[in-house]
């Protein structure tokens, strides 16, 4: 395997040729880009980057939502032997700045003149940054380079100018640095050769069967290595189209226009649908509801308990298939029709939601990774699935248990080290292995079992261990619960920050005759308070005393994008800053003998961070 990123990427450019490579929204329809067309734009900003002075080893910046241009500038940059850094688009500028500072990026390639404007303004902040360049056509300004200079640069140069570059890259060669969420810190740099990411594409790709005939919708941004890797090179070296969303809220319009095969996304998005189908059929008649419900009893029993096994067996399966073509096609068609599945990883999934999909026909591949191991450390696959975990390791990848539970990893995927930290790399990386930072176990059959995060872990005044994780997603099964986070170390009992469904809350006060004029009179309603009371102990009426949720909060809207990743994790340290006084207050509240309330967000939380 001595090849590169940008080598793989030209030989399947070769092979493909006019076949469609990339697909993107424009003057409201998608337009194609073939295999071809895509090499020589890469090789047209790969030359404009050696136009403008880049040598091997110089950092790169790409601060871009999913498109095209993003794949031009990362492989662009890799080809010329540079190293490309991601940079989340939807970040404020002090984030931008110390991932631009932090990587002495010499160039940033950036979508937004507006957000170009705003850098070259405060270029003092960041000295090493020479060149700030559009990735569009747009009005030039003092200390922005216009995507026609820079493409009227690059026509100055030959692709033969690029040869020697190309061939000079090795798989040792640093490829990127990734930056972390920074949910424990100011975000670290993470060090990935060329041969990290290939080892990892060549472990999960004969995992699954994706060919030129898969066509994979691209929303979760490409700065997360998970679809970096997953959703971005592991297609482009199974020659997969790459269709990309607008953004992800015109995911569900695009999943009907593009009808792709393959989705890669987090949890989030299979919550989500899974809570609007439990809503329209628990909204729906008597019989539908029964139908519905032993539909899907059916389906469970044969695709999530155990796999046919002879001839009544089989002739039972195909009657789940029969099933699952009309009873949940109306779920399939609101996939676009033709998916074959979807894979989820960056956080938990609910076992719940996985069966659910699972028995609809539509499995959902769940896997586990971090940036730092390039990222698949495990993952279902079609030939060895089980709901509930994060699949077996891939090939190649070994995993262990540490004594305190830790899960440590081994493999040619482990990363290189954190970009100038020295230290912290000492403290994550032992003779090969990784400290991971989670806690899990392997099961007998060899299947991986996350529990959650070591530093997120609940130890409550009692001693009890707790991963809070794995509460909040069975919290969030409910169809009245959007969103939730549990809190309680070294306190007496667990309290919970609950975000309601207000469209299905809404739904309810109507039915119950319950008036309100904004989200803080709904979910401040005494009704309102007593249902989500009643739903909550439902729910956790099979857990342990010390695992259930004594008091909670409703707000009145989601967690602010501050308080989340890209990836729509929950910063509990931020969240926790934010509502210290409304999570301290439930312990003290419980002491006078006051119960559930809650917490109307009447100012932007947002302000508090601001730069």
């Known amino acids: 395997m001595n090849t590169t990123l940008p080598r793989m990427v030209f030989d399947r450019a070769r092979h493909f040729n006019d076949r469609t490579a990339l697909r993107y929204k424009d003057q409201g329809s998608y337009k194609d880009i073939s295999w071809s067309q895509m090499a020589d734009k890469v090789q047209l900003f790969a030359r404009g980057l050696l136009a403008l002075g880049v040598r091997r080893g110089d950092r790169i910046g790409i601060m871009a939502p999913n498109s095209p241009e993003w794949v031009y500038a990362d492989l662009g940059a890799m080809t010329c032997g ?4 991601p940079v989340y688009h939807t970040e404020g500028f002090s984030s931008i700045r110390h991932i631009v500072e932090d990587s002495q990026c ?69 490829a990127t640095l990734v930056y972390t969420s920074g949910t424990t810190g100011p975000p670290k740099g993470v060090m990935l050769t060329h041969g990290n990411i290939l080892s990892n594409i060549d472990a999960c790709a004969p995992l699954f069967d994706i060919t030129g005939k898969d066509q994979c919708l691209s929303f979760l941004p490409l700065s997360h290595v998970f679809e970096r890797m997953a959703g971005y090179y592991l297609m482009q070296h199974c020659g997969a189209v790459i269709a990309y969303a607008e953004d992800l809220d015109s995911v569900p319009a695009n999943l009907v226009e593009v009808r792709p095969t393959i989705v890669i996304s987090v949890p989030r998005l299979y ?81 719940e939601i996985a069966e659910f999909f699972l028995a609809a026909g539509v499995p959902i591949y769940e896997g586990y990774g971090l940036t730092e191991t390039s990222p698949v450390v ?11 975990t994060v699949g077996r390791p891939v090939p190649g990848t070994e995993v262990r248990i540490a004594e305190d539970g830790e899960i440590v990893v081994c493999g040619p995927g482990v990363f290189q080290g954190y970009w100038n930290r020295p230290q912290q790399t000492a403290e994550v990386l032992e003779d090969g292995w990784f400290k991971t930072g989670d806690i899990g176990e392997i099961d ?20 009890e261990n707790i991963a809070p994780q794995v509460i909040e ?15 309680g170390d070294r306190k007496p009992f667990l309290t919970a920050l609950l975000v309601p469904n207000l469209e299905t809350l809404e739904q309810y006060a109507s039915l119950q005759k319950i008036d309100f004029l904004t989200p803080c009179d709904l979910v401040s309603h005494p009704k309102i308070l007593e249902l989500m009371r009643e739903e909550v102990n439902r729910l956790q009426a099979q857990l342990p005393s010390f695992q259930r949720i004594k008091r909670f909060t409703l707000l009145s809207q989601d967690f602010s994008t501050k308080e989340l990743t890209p990836t729509l994790k929950l ?34 939380l947002d302000e508090k961070e601001k730069d």
């Open 271 to 351: 919550e989500k649908m899974y809570a609007r189908v439990m809503e329209r059929v628990l909204a729906g008649p008597w019989i539908r509801k029964q139908v519905f419900f032993g539909a899907l009893k059916f389906c469970r029993a044969f695709s999530v308990d155990h796999a046919p096994s002879g001839l009544l067996e089989e002739a039972q399966q195909k009657v789940v298939g029969l099933v699952q073509k009309t009873i949940f096609a109306p779920l399939r068609e609101r996939l676009g029709g033709n998916l074959r599945f979807f894979v989820s990883g960056g956080a938990p999934l609910s076992r």
């Open 571 to 604: 910063k509990r340290k931020l969240v926790t800053r934010h509502f210290n006084e409304i999570l301290e207050g439930m312990y003290i509240a419980q002491d006078h003998g006051i119960h559930d309330n809650a917490f109307c967000i009447v100012e932007d």
């Open 473 to 487: 997603n069975h919290l969030k099964t409910n169809k009245y619960v959007a969103n939730a986070m549990v809190y």
């Open 378 to 388: 495990a993952v279902n696959t079609p030939a060895a699935l089980r709901p509930g």
């Open 106 to 174: 010499r160039i940033l390639f950036v979508c937004s003149p507006l957000v170009a404007r705003k850098l070259a303004a405060k270029r003092s902040d960041t000295p090493h940054l020479e060149h700030i360049v559009l990735l569009h056509p747009g009005a030039e300004s003092e200390g922005i380079t216009g995507y026609e200079a820079f493409t009227r640069a690059a026509e100055q140069l030959r692709d033969a100018d690029l040869a020697p570059h190309l061939e000079k890259g090795a798989e040792s060669d640093l």
């Open 444 to 463: 007998a059959g060899g299947f991986l079992v996350i529990t959650d995060r070591k530093k997120d872990l609940i130890v409550t005044a009692s001693g």
């Open 82 to 85: 540079a190293v490309s850094v």
